[in-house]
């Protein structure tokens, strides 16, 4: 290797390596999580119709499950999900939901009775709707309040 490309090296991994690691962690930093009121109250709303249609069945009313079907509300809920996103959520229901006939909800379905999950576990509601996107749901952390 040459000097000069030995400093070009240098100079790549003194400069351009630590900007690259500080921009990644800044857009981790701006990355939105479920305080940041990402769903709209009318979403939730359709939501709940789905919910209501598609899965009291199994978990019921209040959220609670039944023997079989896991809570889907408080702890059992953002536990599960904690450190985790709205994207990995979304795949999860999507592929396994309703348990009885999974991959059978639109991905607008889906989006919406996802909404009215984080509306029944006191996230806050915003002006935008959550995206029927599962890439764009990745970006959207399931984090404790204040980002813990
Ligand atoms: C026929 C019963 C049944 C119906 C209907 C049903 N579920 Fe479930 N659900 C289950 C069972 C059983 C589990 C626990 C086992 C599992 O994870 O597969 C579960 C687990 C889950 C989980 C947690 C999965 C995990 O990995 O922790 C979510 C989220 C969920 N259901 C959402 C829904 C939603 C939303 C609907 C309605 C669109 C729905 N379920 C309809 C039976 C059902």
Redesign the pocket.
């Known amino acids: 290797m040459t000097r000069s490309r030995l400093n070009t090296c240098l100079l790549a991994i003194l400069f351009v390596l630590p900007l690259a690691a500080a921009a990644a962690l800044s857009a981790r930093q701006e990355g939105r999580t479920v305080w940041d009121g990402v769903y709209t109250e009318e979403q939730a709303a359709r939501g709940e119709l789905?919910?209501q249609d598609?899965?009291t069945?199994?978990?019921l009313d209040d959220l609670m499950?039944d023997a079989?079907?896991?809570p889907?509300i408080a702890d059992a809920f953002t536990l599960?999900w904690d450190g985790g996103t709205l994207g990995d959520?979304m795949i999860?229901?999507q592929v396994?939901?309703?348990?009885?006939q999974p991959n059978t909800?639109t991905g607008e379905?889906?989006a919406d009775?996802i909404a009215f999950?984080l509306q029944m576990n006191e996230y806050p509601a915003g002006d935008q709707e959550l995206p029927a996107d599962q890439e764009a749901l990745e970006a959207i952390a399931i984090v404790g309040e204040g980002g813990q």
């Open positions: 789905v919910y598609q899965c069945f199994c978990h499950g079989f079907a896991t889907l599960r959520l999860v229901t396994t939901m309703p348990a009885d909800l379905q889906v009775v999950l």
